[in-house]
Structures are given as C-alpha cells and as structure tokens.
C-alpha cells in the first residue's frame, strides 16, 4: 500500500489542524492505522493509532484529549485532528500501516510508510 499525508502547515499556540493521510489500493481496510511524529534531533515517536474498523483508537499520552485519529475505510483515509496545539507538538508527522493483529507503538512494527508533512506551532 501506498500512503500519501497532507494537511500539515503553520498554526499558532491553541490552534487546529487536520492531517490527512490517502492510501492507494483496495486493502486498507485490513491496516491498523498509525500517526507517528519526528521533531529535528529526536527519534520518531508515537502519535496514534486505529483499528482496522476505526474502533478503539489510541493516544500517546502527550497528545490524549487534544488530538483525535479516525479513519474513512470508503475512501481509504486516516485523519489526525488536531486541537489545541502546542509549540512541543511541531514537527513531520508520518501516517503508516500495520498488518500485524495488535497495536503496537514501536515505528519498526510499521510496513509501510507516507512521506512525512510539516506541522509547526508558533507560540
């Protein structure tokens, strides 16, 4: 599967943004879904993920109750909504897909990749 992100920008301290991250082919809805973030000189850390049906989605403990990850399996598409953001929260944000049976926070679990967007937080 191929994976394209969008929806990254410039928002300001309390602001939102939508990530959008578009799959081809016809087995999306077999991936668990993952949101996953990189800040200049820091690993790549866990952001989100969801279930093959858009059940039981979860959060990183930095992000809980601002960020909301869903999915469109109709149009093969995964959002990161993204409320009341923080200057901490800039960085490339990275959709990915997961063919194994459980969550799993650990970038390496990850078969396939997007590209990356840019999302910085002015304060």
């Known amino acids: 599967v191929q994976l394209q992100a969008s929806g990254g920008g410039l928002a300001q301290t309390g602001g939102s943004l939508r990530l959008s991250c578009a799959a081809s082919?016809?087995?999306?809805?077999?991936?668990?879904m993952g949101w996953f973030r990189q800040a200049p000189g820091k690993e790549r850390e866990f952001v989100a993920a969801?279930?093959?049906?858009?059940?039981?989605?979860y959060y990183a403990d930095s992000v809980k109750g601002r960020f909301t990850i869903f999915r469109d399996n109709a149009e093969n598409t995964v959002y990161l909504q993204m409320n009341s953001l923080k200057p901490e929260d800039t960085a490339v944000y990275y959709c990915?897909?997961?063919?194994?049976?459980?969550?799993?926070?650990?970038?390496?679990?990850?078969?396939?990749w997007g590209q990356g967007t840019q999302v910085t937080v002015s304060s």
């Open positions: 969801i279930g093959r049906s858009g059940s039981s989605p």
């Open positions: 990915a897909a997961d063919a194994s049976r459980s969550y799993s926070r650990y970038p390496k679990t990850y078969d396939y």
């Open positions: 082919g016809r087995t999306f809805s077999s991936y668990i």
